[in-house]
Nanobody, 122 residues
Framework: VQLQASGGGLVQAGGSLRLSCAAS????????IGWFRQAPGKEREFVAS????????IYADSVKGRFTISRDNAKNAVFLQMNSLKPEDTAVYYC????????????????WGQGTQVTVSS
């Protein structure tokens, strides 16, 4: 079971990035997926999550209205569209998977990908 996050980069404030999380070794269908981020010197924090069907999503208040999580089970992929980026969005972004309901609690996720760096300049 592997998850690979990609799509990070350097962007100016107000810009956009689209992160991808590719699943391999298992079908992402049946797994809830969450995005988390960790900035230097800070705890890992929840960003967004999506149910296995894609019908239900949860967002952190800090990204609500700016970020959109979506998934394409046929491609075994989950996406995080990030618009109106702010310098405080700078962090390493991770995707994670779990069976069952999606949740904002990182400890409930079973599988984690390596992160992708997002840097937002002011």
């Amino acid at each position: 079971v592997q998850l690979q996050a990609s799509g990070g980069g350097l962007v100016q404030a107000g810009g956009s990035l689209r992160l991808s999380c590719a699943a391999s070794g298992f079908s992402s269908e049946g797994y809830a997926i969450g995005w988390f981020r960790q900035a230097p010197g800070k705890e890992r924090e929840f960003v967004a999550s999506i149910s296995w069907s894609g019908s239900s999503t949860i967002y952190a208040d800090s990204v609500k209205g700016r970020f959109t999580i979506s998934r394409d089970n046929a491609k075994n992929a989950v996406f995080l569209q990030m618009n109106s980026l702010k310098p405080e969005d700078t962090a390493v972004y991770y995707c994670a998977a779990r069976t069952g309901r999606h949740t904002a609690a990182a400890v409930q996720y079973d599988y984690w990908g390596q992160g992708t760096q997002v840097t937002v300049s002011s």
